[in-house]
């Protein structure tokens, strides 16, 4: 939950994992992704390559196209989950 | 009044009373009515539970007794302190929803101002019903056009691949993230069209062996996935859910089950996979067709080196072994696979160059005279034109073309140096080296032993040869597979 804790005071990082954890089915690019949350492409990504590190989001490469989606843990899940619960 | 219109009307009003809209109108209201309170009322006039108390104002019962329910105008009145009260409707319409109601006014306000803030009330009733419009729509549309989104994601992701084996395990990666489930399978229907033959077979929980009896085929016809195959209806449950990919006929099937969250399937999930299968579809179309161009590709290639093979045997031409070793660099050197493919092409027609150089140049034993040497560099470069109009061998003529330039420039044709000469060529050239010293020929003395090959191969690393190819050369070429082919010791 630290850990979790700290993601969530980097302001990308926290508006990716609410929409995340809003839209789990979503698998986007960064620049999607920075639309939905309505912030900055550079900084989206570099929070979304954070979080890729943190095994919260997975990356979809190919040669041409970079997308990302939620990881399928059910623990990290939970644990996010519960954590925007708490507060909001 | 129903009691459902009643209670819409009602949460309408709460809505309203806590809007930012409503926020903005007290706080003016407060300023210019003398530092007035404002309560909304509901149509019956009693105060909204989310509303301030003002307990020694019982002005939803005087306004009761005084039987105002369908007043649409405003009303001052002085109430049991002794101060004004205004009250003004809030109409949607036809209708009364409540009312708006100043207590602690000193005097009755003039009229204008009354209408002023009635005309106010308006506009901030007018822009509460656009932000709620506004956020209904917000809420339809945003996972309608973020489901989009992923859709042509993944459009995007299953399009740059024309790999059948990496396609269709990243369609069923893509479906284990877009449906949340923990297993997913594909399935392609056999020639026949009898069997459903499993071509991915992915559980989260565990690596599943080919070996498993997930991996057994199926009858057209038995089990879910047989039916959807036969019938081409989609199936849904609480556990799993089931679509056919259809082209013109039914080509498979892609089936989801068990999501991470142990809720169920519904019909919105249905709908994107059924989205997510029509994709696919198209993926598995493309790649299915250029695996058949390339076919009829390596088809015209192979038929043109064997006529070239009928006209002189290995002069054209070079073994198996020797596209096995161009291939085996490539690899390890972690080419493109289109690079891959084009360096294939090149390595089943090598010498094509040669095709118009006089025989006895090409069987000379001897060191080659200056005007010979010119001749092959210009026939070099006219032989190559009797391939140049194959438009797929397009991407593999400058491997062709330049595999006999050398790394520090004094090759032919065109005398390029280094990284100047493309990677193909510098890997064919290394491989073209190593069969001619291994290999007899007939206008060629003994052959050379496969060590003494490779220690020439590395005594012209950085002058003949690109280093980092020979050193990928000499890691290859010690693997089992080429210990056993070459039938030779390799130190």
């Known amino acids: ?88 | 009044m129903n009691a459902s219109d009643k209670k819409e009307k009602k949460d309408f009003l709460i809505r309203f009373s806590k809007s930012p809209a409503m926020s903005s109108f007290r706080k003016l209201c407060h300023e210019i009515l003398a530092k007035s309170r404002c309560i909304v009322l509901d149509a019956e006039f009693n105060r909204l539970k989310s509303e301030k108390r003002y307990g020694h104002l019982s002005l939803g019962k005087y306004l009761a007794r005084q039987k105002l329910s369908a007043l649409k105008e405003y009303m001052a009145f002085k109430c049991s302190c002794d101060k004004v009260c205004l009250s003004l409707p809030i109409i949607q319409g036809s209708s009364i929803y409540g009312y708006i109601l100043f207590i602690h006014l000193k005097n009755e306000p003039d009229i204008k101002l009354i209408n002023a803030i009635s005309l106010f009330m308006d506009m901030t009733l007018k822009e509460f019903q656009k932000e709620q419009e506004l956020g209904k729509l917000y809420d339809t549309i945003r996972p309608r056009a973020i489901a989009l989104s992923t859709i042509h994601t993944i459009h995007r992701l299953l399009s740059s691949t024309l790999d059948m084996d990496e396609l269709i395990e990243r369609i069923a990666r893509l479906t284990l993230q877009v449906m949340r489930s923990r297993y997913c399978s594909i399935m392609l229907l056999n020639e026949s069209k009898k069997y459903l033959i499993p071509k991915a077979v992915i559980d989260l929980e565990k690596e599943i062996p080919k070996t498993d009896k997930r991996y057994n085929t199926i009858r057209v016809g038995v089990r879910v996935e047989g039916r959807v195959a036969k019938t081409g209806k989609v199936f849904l449950s609480r556990n799993g859910v089931c679509v056919p990919l259809v082209e013109e006929d039914i080509i498979g099937i892609i089936i989801a089950r068990n999501k991470t969250n142990k809720a169920a399937f519904d019909k919105f999930e249905l709908e994107i996979l059924s989205t997510l299968a029509e994709q696919a579809v198209i993926a598995i179309k493309n790649a299915q067709m250029y695996a058949e161009q390339e076919k009829m590709a390596y088809g015209s290639i192979k038929s043109l080196a064997a006529l070239l093979d009928a006209k002189s045997p290995n002069t054209y031409t070079h073994s198996e072994q020797f596209v096995t070793i161009v291939l085996a660099i490539a690899e390890e050197m972690k080419l493109p696979r289109e690079d891959i493919i084009n360096l294939h092409y090149a390595a089943l027609l090598p010498d094509t160059g040669k095709f118009s150089i006089p025989e006895e140049i090409l069987k000379k034993t001897g060191s080659l005279s200056r005007k010979e040497y010119e001749i092959i560099k210009k026939q070099h470069l006219e032989s190559l034109k009797i391939i140049e109009h194959m438009e797929f061998l397009k991407p593999a003529m400058p491997i062709i073309r330049y595999h006999h330039e050398r790394y520090d420039g004094t090759g032919y044709p065109e005398g390029l140096k280094a990284d100047r000469i493309p990677i193909g060529a510098r890997i064919m050239a290394v491989a073209d080296t190593f069969e001619a010293m291994i290999s007899r020929r007939p206008y060629k003395g003994r052959k050379t032993s496969v060590s003494q090959a490779i220690k020439e191969i590395e005594k012209n690393k950085g002058t003949q040869f690109d280093p980092e190819v020979v050193n990928t050369f000499i890691t290859i070429i010690k693997r089992p597979e080429f210990k056993k082919t070459l039938a030779m010791p390799i130190s």
């Open chain 1, 1 to 88: 939950m630290k850990k979790i804790k700290k993601l969530f005071k980097n302001e990308a990082a926290k508006r990716i994992l609410l929409f995340f954890n809003e839209n789990p089915n979503c698998i986007d690019t960064a620049k999607g992704i920075s639309l939905w949350i309505g912030y900055d492409v550079a900084l989206t990504q570099k929070a979304l390559n954070h979080l890729v590190k943190e095994n919260i989001l997975i990356n979809h490469r190919t040669i041409s196209t970079s997308a990302y989606a939620y990881t399928n843990n059910k623990a990290i899940v939970k644990k996010i989950e519960k954590y925007i619960k708490n507060i909001r």
